[in-house]
């Protein structure tokens, strides 16, 4: 295989904070095996999730496009006409394979468990194989479907989710090892999503009482205590994420095609866990926007090209970067930016955006979820400017203040800071085609 044709994996979890990480300095957990990927690749320190909500942010990865685009709010269906990065590495020669949870087809968990929803072939986002769910918030009681017609299946993986589905997605890599086709494959997993449990050995490992909250955590003992508890399953889910990440390592070591492939590690949105008062997600504070991004995998391609980087990446950006680093022409319908740049060397460097845009399109009205539609926007140079319809919300100078302990957002000395801010973020409005009213200022 040449670097054009390089194969690429995506490796993903679910409400998976970006603070959550051992090279991170969080104290609570050890990921030597994401910290080896990061030490080795390219690590994007400002990548967001830009919805953070399962559907949208998943149909704006899978599909490049924003979420007023593609999928607006929860349980709601990625259209089936609709392109995706599958489509695009379908067309230039590649296998494509999707393993793990899917919550694209539009099943609301009022009808049962979907779980037991079946996603018909045609709208399983085109990839050629797929072997997955709609939604398990159950992971030790996990059931996959995939094929069609006399080779269709659904069955309870054994033991806990994320050791199983790795399994299937390791066989999956071992068969594709020795063919002549690059491949694009998917891992994505519930853990570390709610419930917050794994088996006996990585629980053992966390003890609520000795968890240490963030400094935004208030002193209030029913926030503390149900945070403590919670981040202690948490963080044993993200540690054995870890250990299977390093599985896949070790597989593609064996199977002699390390070099040849790049792997993405990220999450589609954080976890609240008792910031600011806050629990679970749909919130733009950084606990639920900011999500691990690292590009590693292919080392001699690189000519020390690692480290860190202060793009503001954002889901729509995923796809476009995944085609770029396989060489790939990136298509017009692809509203995001390609930054593999950042990570191939003798690539020319474009101009990026000096900006993320934020969104929460429509509430979803469950417990403890941000109950009003939401705009916003974090800039490359630390700032985070947030409105709701016709009322400004959340300023921030996240450079000086990362816990966001000092709302800006009324105070006059910032007046001129939250005009360009809201400047910026009415031009991605425009831009994206989106409807939002923002506020008089």
């Not at 259209?79 to 949870?101: C, I, L, R, S």
Request: charged share 25%; net charge negative.
């Amino acid at each position: 295989m040449t670097t054009s044709r390089s194969n690429i994996i995506w490796i993903f979890g679910d409400q998976h904070r970006g603070q959550a990480l051992g090279f991170r300095g969080d104290p609570n957990l050890h990921t030597p095996n994401i910290d080896r990927l990061a030490a080795e690749g390219v690590v994007f320190d400002q990548a967001v999730g830009g919805c953070p909500l399962c559907c949208p942010y998943r149909g704006s990865l899978i599909s490049g496009r924003y979420p007023h685009q593609a999928v607006p709010g929860h349980e709601r269906q990625l259209p089936p006409e609709m392109p995706t990065v599958a489509t695009a590495f379908n067309e230039a020669g590649y296998d494509t394979a999707y393993f793990g949870k899917w919550h694209l087809d539009g099943f609301h968990e009022r009808e049962g468990r979907a779980a037991m929803h079946i996603i018909p072939p045609e709208r399983r986002g085109g990839f050629k194989t797929w072997c997955g769910y709609e939604n398990n918030n159950a992971q030790f009681d996990c059931w996959v479907h995939g094929g069609e017609g006399d080779d269709a299946f659904h069955y309870r993986l054994p033991g806990y989710e994320t050791d199983a589905m790795t399994e299937l997605f390791i066989d999956d890599i071992r068969k594709r090892a020795s063919g002549e086709r690059p491949f694009f494959s998917v891992l994505s997993v519930q853990p570390p999503h709610n419930p917050y449990t794994t088996t006996e050995d990585w629980m053992g490992r966390h003890t609520p009482a000795h968890i240490e909250l963030r400094p935004n955590v208030p002193p209030n003992p029913a926030i503390r205590e149900r945070a403590q508890r919670d981040l202690a399953g948490y963080y044993a889910m993200i540690e054995n994420l870890d250990w299977n990440l390093g599985r896949i390592r070790t597989a593609l070591d064996e199977l002699g095609i390390a070099d040849d492939t790049h792997i993405i590690f990220f999450s589609d949105h954080g976890d609240m866990h008792g910031s600011h008062g806050q629990l679970l997600k749909t919130s733009p504070w950084e606990e639920s926007i900011r999500v691990p991004c690292i590009i590693g995998g292919s080392k001699p391609y690189y000519d020390n090209k690692v480290g860190c980087r202060d793009n503001p990446v954002n889901h729509v950006d995923l796809a476009p970067t995944s085609l770029g680093l396989c060489g790939i022409d990136v298509p017009d319908w692809m509203a995001g930016t390609d930054y593999s740049a950042e990570r191939i060397k003798d690539k020319a460097t474009p101009n990026y955006p000096n900006s993320a845009y934020l969104q929460l399109v429509e509430p979803t009205g469950h417990a403890n979820s941000i109950d009003r539609r939401w705009r916003g926007i974090v800039t490359r140079d630390g700032w985070k400017y947030v409105a709701l319809e016709g009322q400004p919300w959340m300023l921030f100078n996240l450079n000086e203040d990362p816990y966001e302990l000092a709302n800006l957002a009324f105070n006059s000395i910032y007046g001129k800071v939250r005009q360009r801010l809201q400047t910026e973020l009415a031009e991605w409005i425009e831009r994206t085609d989106d409807s939002f009213s923002l506020p008089e200022l």
